[in-house]
């Protein structure tokens, strides 16, 4: 079975991390905290709980991009969390790896802002979880995407994806989303 690598994304507090360490662990993968390549000044903006602009972001973006690149280049399976909110952010993605499967973490604003108010030493406040919504364009139907319902439990959500990828290949626009109809929302 051929496993692309993977970009575990969504909101902040929709469980990139957790999810993204446990795919990694269950698929011998690298795993990448997306979030420690932003450059101190991001880090800074969104601490004082300013949200960041698409040049804010680019930098950064461009240094996963890049990680994701040579890892493709070595071999390597990796599993990156980021947030990947934009369109054009995961086009810019999967220039360093144009074959990237995206897991889109997707969950109700209420759960998700729950959630964050609960974690412990993270620089990002629960006030830019509104901008985060807003920037929100979710993979489409020509974008290879798995979309995941946050309020399962991260093992679930792992064994979701793992079946997902022990299907057989399919082109990036037929298997976008499951569903209770055989599309690709899980």
């Not at 999810?19 to 990448?32: E, K, N, S, T």
């Not at 979710?138 to 093992?155: K, Y």
Request: hydrophobic share 45%; with cysteine; proline share 6%.
């Amino acid at each position: 079975m051929q496993i692309p690598n993977i970009v575990v994304m969504g909101v902040a507090g929709c469980g990139k991390s957790s999810l993204g360490q446990l795919l990694a662990w269950q698929l011998a993968a690298r795993f990448i905290e997306g979030d420690s390549y932003h450059p101190p000044a991001n880090i800074d903006r969104m601490s004082a709980g300013i949200a960041l602009t698409d040049s804010d972001r680019a930098e950064w973006l461009t240094g996963l991009s890049q990680q994701l690149a040579e890892g493709r280049a070595r071999g390597e399976r990796l599993v990156l969390a980021c947030s990947a909110l934009k369109r054009r952010y995961r086009d810019l993605l999967r220039q360093g790896d144009p074959t990237l499967l995206f897991v889109h973490l997707a969950g109700s604003r209420a759960l998700i802002a729950a959630r964050m108010a609960a974690r412990q030493q993270h620089f990002m406040p629960t006030s830019l979880l509104d901008s985060q919504f807003r920037d929100l364009e979710p993979p489409g139907p020509d974008e290879r995407a798995i979309h995941c319902d946050v309020s399962q439990p991260p093992p679930v959500l792992a064994q979701q994806v793992l079946d997902w990828l022990a299907q057989v290949d399919r082109p990036a626009a037929a298997d976008s989303r499951l569903g209770a109809d055989g599309g690709a929302a899980v």
